[in-house]
């Protein structure tokens, strides 16, 4: 029998090697893209005809080749970005596997014109089938100009399986945005058949993330600045106004890779939480740097996941810097984003906001340096800060709940204590603040709705809405140490509950304690209601206790929430006047005084909106006045 097995051609080897890098224009694109940056350009220009099937071409004034280098750059594996297997642990440009123009000159007809600075002449090369058809010297300024003609002109198959001009169009300006995001210092254009679809000045970030995805950002953004041993976050996320019902202006990049990671994504919803509706996603352009060795970006070539040495801290630094940015800019929504000295060293969020997070957190090393001195994030109250507190302090209010503590925002998350009275929705003048509940006469529509009226205008109020977000707080306080007076059953009653309920009710004990509640067990499926919080009616204990099990089970599905926070979420709910009841001028007053004197009063905890403000002269308006 003769042998039957031969080795490939190379121009066969490397087609198929090329399916690997380049599936359709726009890999090519950012390759190409990616090339120029790390030849330290300050100007790149992407032209593209057809969608890039016909041409892709990027001219760059970067460092340039050398003629020897300019025929080697085509060879696989040809890369000057690394040389030993040390180098990958310590990637600080964009390439390093030498394998896109390999690629390239394997499935497309290439054209190269690249000069040094201190070289003469350029050199001119075109390549076909990854032969070099031609070479020779050319004038030229210093920098590399690559064109590729009719991808896939070899590979009829993968031709055919390209889409249509608009989507291979979308992909290559995706690719175009996601590398000129991260560059802000370099000029970038791209035009598409002759049009300029692209003009972007170098600027800075800020000016960049506008030029790209619109003005309508251009005072919505809050800066987000962290910096640590372990790694820095910076860049901007939109105001909660600015979210969108679909995601899409969403950019994570590590080391300025753009990269796509839901987990990172679910950071930035959490972070998000109460401030936008939940089927709507916030924007952000975000930047992580840390330590190449922390990270291995040695995956598949078109991929852009990432793995991280340690993903539960860099979750948790993501989340805590975005609070903490969100924080700063609820308090004072007119500071500029250059922030200065006194504002970074304000009180805010310095640690993760759920059980969860905060367990695995608080283990990590990073999370230490939260709580440590001279850390961005180390607290400490600042006076400044103070008076904001004071001015929204609850005056004495009248009981249609248990009163107040004191110090009600004592055990708040930082964030929300950070936000006194943020109205995130509404312009700085219209906040409630301006509205005097003492004096005001209060009107309820439908039994839902409570009227309140100032100079300006005047609040609708969701009454139920309202309830929740007050009591939401509360009961956040109160888990946080300011428990809720008990009041002690006079003839204690007995619940008897499902195996699955008792495992329930039994994680819940000790934060159901702090809210009020004193329960404990009492033989194997039967707990003893001792007492129940002073503010609740007296009488019904049992079937509150069983109400609020059942609605903790409801949010049980919903995995993004620790324990706690469903208990608390469920009791809000639960114990909230519903619409459609009747409550008197007095209920009506201290239910409005307690709501603005919460941290967040405009949305329930899960997103609702709380009040709308219908301005007067605005409604002047409507009836041409
Ligand atoms: P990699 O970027 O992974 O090194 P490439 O195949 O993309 O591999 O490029 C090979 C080499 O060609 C690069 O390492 C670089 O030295 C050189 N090169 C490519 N594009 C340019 C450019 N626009 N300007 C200067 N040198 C370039
Ligand atoms: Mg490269």
Redesign the pocket.
């Known amino acids: 029998m003769p042998d039957i097995i031969q080795l490939l051609p190379d121009n066969i080897a490397n087609q198929i090697a090329a399916g690997e890098v380049i599936q359709r224009p726009a890999s090519a694109v950012k ?2 893209l ?3 940056v ?2 330290g ?1 300050t100007d790149i220009r992407l032209i593209v005809q057809d969608a890039g099937k016909a041409l892709i071409q ?1 001219i ?1 004034n ?4 050398t003629e020897i ?1 300019a025929r ?3 060879e696989r594996h ?5 040389k030993n297997i040390d180098d990958l642990f310590h990637i600080k ?12 000159a394997a499935v497309a007809q290439v054209e190269l014109k ?1 000069k040094k600075a201190e070289d003469t002449a350029g050199t001119y090369i075109e390549i076909e089938n990854s032969q070099v058809k031609k070479q020779e010297p050319v004038a030229m300024e210093q ?2 100009s ?1 064109a590729m003609k009719n991808l896939f002109f070899n590979v009829p198959a993968r031709r055919n399986f390209l889409k249509s001009n608009p989507s291979e169009l979308r992909h290559i300006i995706d690719e175009f945005i996601r590398v000129a995001m991260s560059f802000p210092e370099v000029f970038f254009s791209l035009n598409s058949n002759g049009q300029e679809v692209f003009h972007l000045e170098r600027g800075t970030l800020k000016q960049r993330i506008v030029q790209i995805l619109g003005n309508t950002y251009s005072s919505k953004l809050v800066s987000v600045q962290e910096k640590s041993d372990y790694m820095n976050i910076y860049g901007f996320v939109g105001k909660p106004e600015t979210a969108k019902k679909t995601r899409g202006d969403q950019y994570f990049f590590v080391n300025n890779r753009f990269i796509k990671s839901a987990y990172l994504n679910h950071a930035m919803t959490n972070a998000f939480d109460e401030m936008i509706a939940k089927d709507s996603f916030a924007m952000y352009v975000l930047f992580i740097d840390l330590d190449p060795s922390q990270i291995d970006i040695n995956v598949h070539p078109t991929k852009q996941e990432i793995k991280f040495e340690d993903e539960k801290i860099i979750y948790a630094f993501v989340q805590s810097a975005v609070k903490h940015a969100l924080a700063q800019f609820s308090v004072s929504p007119t500071l500029d984003f250059e922030l200065d000295a006194t504002i970074q060293s304000l009180d805010a969020v310095n640690k993760p906001f759920t059980d969860e997070n905060k367990s695995s957190a608080s283990s990590s090393s990073l999370f230490k340096t939260f709580t440590q001195k001279n850390q961005a994030h180390f607290i400490e109250n600042k006076s400044e800060l103070k008076h904001w507190k004071d001015v929204y302090e609850p005056s004495k209010k009248e009981d249609y709940r248990q009163p107040a503590t004191d110090d009600r925002s004592a055990g708040m998350p930082n964030a929300e204590r950070l936000t006194p009275n943020a109205n995130t929705f509404e312009p700085l003048h219209i906040l409630p603040s301006a509205f005097s509940i003492e004096h005001s006469a209060l009107l309820q529509l439908h039994n839902t709705y409570i009227v309140l009226q100032n100079d300006e205008g005047f609040l609708l109020v969701h009454q139920q809405n309202a309830h929740e977000r007050v009591l939401y707080e509360r009961f956040t306080t109160a888990v946080a140490g300011k428990p809720i007076a008990t009041q002690r059953s006079l003839f204690p009653v007995t619940i008897e509950l499902t195996p699955v309920d008792v495992l329930v009710l039994n994680e819940l004990l000790s934060d159901l304690h702090f809210l009020g509640y004193q329960i404990e067990a009492f033989g194997k499926n039967t707990f003893v209601i001792q007492g129940t919080p002073a503010d609740l009616e007296q009488g019904n204990e049992k079937t509150a206790i069983e109400k609020m099990l059942e609605q903790y089970k409801h949010f049980s599905n919903d995995l993004k929430y620790s324990k706690r926070e469903k208990l608390l979420r469920s009791l809000a709910w639960q114990q909230a006047i519903k619409a459609g009841t009747a409550i008197s001028q007095k209920e009506m007053k201290t239910l409005l005084e307690d709501l603005f004197a919460c941290a967040t009063p405009n949305i329930t905890p899960n997103g609702k909106p709380v009040y709308t403000t219908f301005k007067k002269n605005e409604l002047d308006k409507m009836f041409g006045r």
Not at 62 to 65: D, E, F, I, L, R
Not at 78 to 82: E, N, P, R, V, Y
Not at 93 to 104: D, K, N
């Open positions: 390759e190409l990616e090339n120029a790390d030849a350009a990027v760059d970067g460092k340039g080749m280098d080697m750059c085509f040809a890369t000057s970005k690394i440009t964009m390439g390093f596997r030498g394998e896109a123009l390999a690629s390239i690249t920098g590399t690559i």
